[in-house]
């Protein structure tokens, strides 16, 4: 099992059985911050890629994205959770993939230099499966420290950032694809038997 840490992050609110998520409520809110969502990805996008590049480790690449509103409502949904704008904590997502693992730990001393880290999810040195997901995952917010217009309206957003290898990003591409394959209904033998790999 992955070990997660974490500095006394609060868990998302749940709704009850038969509780129903305001769809129309959260798409408007979702539009509202959008404006900031992308704010928010391009200074955290931006902060990866220039202390990486002082570091001088070699990347393959920074990637952020934006959950779309379609998914934040299946995700809620799904899990019954009633404020998903302010529960979930990847709405907005960046990831370095470099080229190395020995590079692994340097990019997570990166992360914890220049982001609040409140939560660190370890899906790679404390993983069993040797064939299942590998990355290592952080939640963070902007430092305390970072203050004017440029970051008042962003500082106190949680966000994630990934950090995996391009091998581990390759895999996780590929088993995505068969994963969807064997959702979608029968499929091979010789993809059905990965399935277990892939949860």
């Known amino acids: 099992m992955a070990r997660r840490t974490s500095a006394s992050t609060p868990k998302p609110k749940r709704g009850s059985a038969t509780g129903e998520i305001d769809v129309e409520k959260v798409s408007k809110l979702y539009e509202s911050r959008l404006r ?3 704010a928010l990805l391009d200074e955290a996008s931006f902060i990866l890629g220039q202390s990486i590049s002082v570091a001088n480790i070699k990347i393959h690449a920074v ?7 379609t998914s934040i409502i299946k995700k809620a949904s799904i899990k019954s959770i009633m404020n998903p704008l302010s529960d979930l904590n990847d709405i907005v997502g960046c990831r370095v993939i470099c080229l190395l693992r020995s590079d692994i730990s340097k990019l997570g001393t990166i992360i914890s230099d220049n982001f609040v880290v409140l939560e660190t999810d370890d899906k790679i040195n404390t993983s069993t499966d040797s064939f299942g997901y590998m990355s290592i ?5 902007m430092r305390n420290e970072f ?3 440029r970051y008042d309206t962003i ?3 949680k966000f994630e950032i990934q950090v995996r290898t391009l091998s581990m990003h390759a895999w996780a591409v590929i088993s995505a694809m068969i994963y969807f394959t064997i959702e979608s209904g ?3 033998p010789h993809l059905q038997k990965d399935r277990p790999a892939l949860r």
């Open 36 to 38: 900031t969502y992308r």
């Open 63 to 69: 990637e952020g994205r934006i959950k779309e509103k």
């Open 137 to 141: 995952h952080y939640i963070c917010t």
């Open 147 to 149: 203050s004017g217009p």
């Open 155 to 157: 500082k106190n957003i």
């Open 186 to 188: 029968p499929c091979a």
